[in-house]
């Protein structure tokens, strides 16, 4: 991470514990540059952060990471960053999903650098949110706990109980102009279009797939 951004004392989160039904396999077991999806995603974030936890995903899955089970409880992406932030040594950590091979380190920097004095910090894209490519503080967990006793797994509703600061889409695209950080997998017909693109390995290619937030019945946020 660069030396400029003060809040970079941060644990990252990698989120591996989702069902896959519609890819048919772990997403973080697909193969990518040489290796598995989940370790390009770490080899471009996990040397910048104190320790990186691989939440849900088995032990294995990322020899670089300390495995993290989900805790009892509703099974979502809210529990996963519950089960995260309980694990992490720091008191603020970078939670990304396990199927984002083009998140760039400038962006992840811009936001841990947002995230200084508050309980969260997210980035916007498309005119949503993006909660599964942000931070969060251990600040955080009471009301997370809340949450889930309640079954109330949208992350984004949290936000207006928290000291949130976003940061605007015109601040990610001034560190990542065509917005690929968000491009998620999640179907066979996703891993076929990248490869057409030539988008593998963070390459020149243009995915053609849609990110998370501009396609909501992929995911429940």
Known sequence: MAQGARCTDATLIILAGG????????????????????????????????????????RGVLPQARAVPDVRGPRSPLLGIY??????????????????????????????????????????????YEPLCAAYRRTTLPLISQALKRDELKITSLYKRLNVRLVPEPGVRAVDPELRSFVNLNTPQDLAQLSVAGADCGGGGRPQVQSRASCSSRVRL
């Open 19 to 58: 069902v896959s039904e519609r890819m048919g396999r772990p997403k973080s077991t697909l193969p990518a540059c040489g290796g598995t999806l989940i370790e390009q995603i770490w080899r471009t974030l996990g040397p910048g952060f104190r320790e990186t936890l691989c939440v849900g995903g088995g």
């Open 83 to 128: 089960s995260g932030l309980l694990s992490c040594r720091t008191e603020l950590a970078f939670v990304v999903a396990c199927d984002v091979p083009f998140v760039r380190r400038e962006l992840v920097e811009r936001v841990l650098t947002a995230a200084c004095g508050a309980d969260a910090a997210v980035p916007r894209a498309h005119g949503h």
